[in-house]
């Protein structure tokens, strides 16, 4: 029978490997979102900026 409340060399060897693949999946998760924040900044800008243009264009018509 097993005794369950010290793992064996198999079962610390499994949860190591768990460990690892979930911290770099937290790295890969942080970046993407690292990533997605950097893209989102850049599109307002531009959607900003459009806007800024279209709206002067539309003064200046109006005036």
């Known amino acids: ?13 499994a949860l190591e490997q768990r460990i690892s693949r ?4 937290i790295e890969r998760s942080e970046k993407m979102l690292a990533d997605n ?3 989102r ?4 800008t531009v959607v900003e900026a459009a806007g ?8 200046n018509r109006a005036g």
Do not use: G, Q
Not at 1 to 13: A, E, F, R
Not at 52 to 59: F, I, L, P
């Open 52 to 59: 800024r243009s279209v709206r002067k264009t539309y003064s």
């Open 37 to 39: 924040i950097a893209l």
């Open 1 to 13: 029978m097993m005794n369950s409340t010290k793992p064996d060399k198999v079962d610390t060897l």
């Open 41 to 44: 900044n850049r599109m307002r």
């Open 22 to 25: 979930t911290e770099l999946a």
